[in-house]
């Protein structure tokens, strides 16, 4: 198996559209329980397949989120400049 851009495993070099919550976890680089409360709040969209209602994340949505996390996170960095003992 080969791994796609996403860094989950892809089969025939193909990437998956839907991720599970542990491929959204390493991706992420936190823990499931953080994803599961991230798609339950509704931050990160997702959907449940199936009768047992498994999740699953669009790559493109979970792609989406993080462009939205850079946003806010340089936004909120221009708001709260450092402190000249913070500075380098």
């Known amino acids: 198996m080969r791994k796609g851009q ?6 025939r070099g193909v990437e998956p559209r839907f ?3 542990e491929d959204v976890a390493t991706y992420l680089s936190v823990s499931v329980p953080q994803v599961y ?9 997702a ?30 960095a221009k708001d709260h400049p450092l402190n000249p003992r913070e500075q380098v």
């Open 37 to 45: 409360a991230l798609v339950r709040s509704g931050a990160l969209p």
């Open 6 to 11: 996403s860094g989950v495993p892809s089969e």
């Open 47 to 76: 959907i449940k397949i199936g009768g047992r209602g498994v999740w699953r994340v669009d790559k493109q949505k979970l792609d989406e989120y993080v462009d939205r996390l850079h946003e806010e996170t340089q936004q909120w």
């Open 19 to 21: 991720l599970t919550l």
